[in-house]
């Protein structure tokens, strides 16, 4: 092959090189997760035929905390299509709690035995591992904004928890979540990645630190 022919050979440029480089990295991360980066809030992309709507750093991390604080020690947690709140949970490194995440999506079954697959159609279809009232606090986050998807989701909360629940939904929905679950909206406003065209809210049935959050 002479030198004219090699001229005519097409080349990328370093910018170009560096941006497939780049692309080919974060697809493999999220492929194949480390142990540090598998429970960063994204890591998993927004599926919007789902309906998911990832919540900010900072509103996982007060539900984060809030829930730790309600379940206290060694309680155990459900995370009921809120995998922002269990990611935050499970980078906080402690272990004086337990949590699974119960999610349709099965991308997030890299969680390994704390994935539950869950369809809110079929709320109480659940694994035998999983029993009636077997954890101190439930934070739910019904996918949809429907009645029927928070009765259904409701359901599940009852099942699970052993009283006390933390329900994020959208402002709208108070006076059916209120008849449902008994719960009171709080002072605190949670705040999503993107904004979302609803007013959203969250929703206790106890005394809770969520309340002097202004």
Excluded at 87 to 96: G, I, N, S, V
Aim: hydrophobic share 35%; with cysteine; aromatic share 12%.
């Amino acid at each position: 092959m002479s030198d004219s022919d090699d001229d005519d050979i097409p080349r990328l440029s370093s910018h170009t090189l560096a941006a497939l480089q780049e692309f080919y990295a974060e697809q493999k991360q999220q492929s194949d997760p480390g142990r540090d980066d598998k429970y960063n809030i994204g890591i998993i992309e927004e599926n919007w035929q789902l309906s998911q709507f990832w919540y900010s750093q900072e509103t996982a991390f007060h539900l984060a905390k809030e829930a730790i604080a309600a379940a206290g020690e060694h309680g155990r947690i459900a995370c009921v299509s809120t995998p922002s709140v269990y990611q935050k949970l499970r980078a906080l490194h402690r272990e004086d709690f337990s949590v699974y995440i119960f999610e349709y999506d099965k991308r997030f079954a890299i969680y390994g035995e704390e994935f539950i697959f869950y369809d809110y159609n079929n709320p109480l279809d659940l694994p035998e591992k999983i029993a009636a009232h077997s954890f101190d606090i439930v934070i739910a986050d019904p996918p949809y904004l429907s009645k029927e998807c928070l009765r259904k989701t409701s359901e599940t909360i009852k099942y699970l928890t052993q009283g006390k629940i933390l329900l994020c939904t959208g402002a709208v929905m108070e006076e059916e979540a209120a008849k449902l679950l008994d719960v009171k909206m709080c002072k605190f406003i949670p705040k999503h990645t993107r904004t979302l065209g609803n007013e959203f809210r969250c929703y206790v049935n106890y005394d809770s630190g969520l309340d002097r959050e202004i």
